[in-house]
Structures are given as C-alpha cells and as structure tokens.
C-alpha cells in the first residue's frame, strides 16, 4: 500500500518505527511493509560524505536539547533554527554558504548576512528578482500580475541557483521563496539546501499558525470549496 504516515494512529512507542523491538504499524506503514528498500536506502549513507551529512544533522538535532542524560527525559529545546543553522554549517566545515532570498525581505536577509560574516562564513546572496525578466516572458499576461498595469520582473529562482552554482557554494540557505518558486530552486541548484524561512505573507513567515488555529480561525481551510479546488 501507499505510505501515508501522517495517518498513523499508532501510539508513540508502540510506532514499528520508534521501537526497538516489537513495534507495529497500519496496514499502509512503510517501515513494516517496505524493509527491502529500508535496506537498500540505508546503503546510500555508506558513501562517506552521505554519510557524515547525516552524521553531524543527527549529532546537531540532539544537541537542541538541554539537560539530556539517561533515564526519563522531558524534551527541553534550547536553540533557534537561526543558531542551528549557523552551527550547522560550522560542523560540516562550510566556508562559502548560498542565500537565495525573496526581495520581499531584503531586510531579513541584511541581518542574515551580518549574523553569518560575524560567524566567519563567506556569504553570497541573490534575491529572487534578479536578472529583472518581465514576468511575460513566462506568459504572465497584464491582469496575473502582483500590480496590474506596471512592468513587474519575474521571480527568477533558476537564475539564483545557477548563480550559486557558480560560485561553488558549500551550503545553500532558503529565505522566504514563494511556494514553487521554492520547489524550482531546490530543482536546480547543486548544493545541499536548507531552509531557514518559509514563506508566508499572513502569518509573519510562520505557515504552521494557520494549522494550529484551523479549528478557530481557519476553519476555512476544512471547506472542500477553499483553495481553487
């Protein structure tokens, strides 16, 4: 069957894929019913710099925690997704680190870059309009625009790959790309990628408040009608 974990109901430590022995999972659980392709996957982190990726995110997952030692333990995080970035990309000895960010802000990403030269990086940063591409020339007609009536350029995530990709850099950060301009970027560009900023232009870049309030205020989002759809 098709996985589809986010509808598993299975209690945290009975989870086949959180316990050591004797876990269980739904009739669609991937862990249980897919162990030839757990295996062969698995294979993949043997290839050295795989595998050290891999490493050093486990190693920097744990160390968001405080107070860890053995027996019981209570989650308590301790870092912001910023200082685990910037740790991050210390531990797998990125020097010259990518930032393809939305115009939009232009601001955040100013700070960014501060906070990152300050941590000893190379920083090379692209916003997401460079190249200025009027937006027709990927058939957006006058009415599709942001500014109907203007001369509006396009967001150019392949160009801000390719002009990371050129600069050989170690780790791409993402700052507020828009949904799909987002997918486009990662398409295209060489480096491993990670995210530091999400875009969403309601909720002040935070897309989970509207999952954590859709029993409230954005009950909307349950209409079958919402969307376009």
Do not use: W
């Amino acid at each position: 069957m098709k996985p589809h974990c986010a509808k598993c109901k299975i209690p945290g430590k009975e989870k086949a894929c959180l316990a050591e022995t004797g876990g269980r999972g739904p009739e669609f659980c991937p862990t249980t019913n897919h162990p030839d392709i757990v295996t062969k996957v698995t294979e993949t982190y043997q290839i050295p710099d795989i595998g050290e990726f891999a490493r050093l995110a486990s190693v920097q997952e744990a160390e968001c925690y405080a107070n860890r030692g053995p027996g019981p333990y209570v989650m308590q995080p301790s870092k912001s997704r910023l200082q685990e970035t910037v740790e991050f990309a210390g531990k797998i000895g990125a020097q010259k680190l990518g930032m393809a960010f939305c115009i939009g802000l232009h601001k955040e990403a100013g700070m960014l870059s501060d906070v990152l030269e300050g941590h000893g990086f190379e920083v090379i940063s692209v916003a997401c309009k460079a190249g200025a591409v009027p937006k027709e020339e990927i058939g957006i007609n006058d009415a599709e625009k942001i500014r109907i009536g203007t001369f509006e350029t396009m967001c150019n995530p392949i160009l801000q790959a390719e002009l990371l990709n050129r600069e050989d850099t170690h780790l791409n950060i993402l700052l507020g790309l828009c949904v799909g301009h987002d997918a486009l970027f990662l398409k295209y560009a060489k480096a491993l990628c990670t995210v530091l900023a999400a875009k969403d232009r309601v909720t002040g870049h935070n897309p989970m408040a509207a999952l954590y309030t859709m029993h409230t205020y954005y009950q909307k989002l349950k209409d079958e009608d919402f969307g376009g759809r």
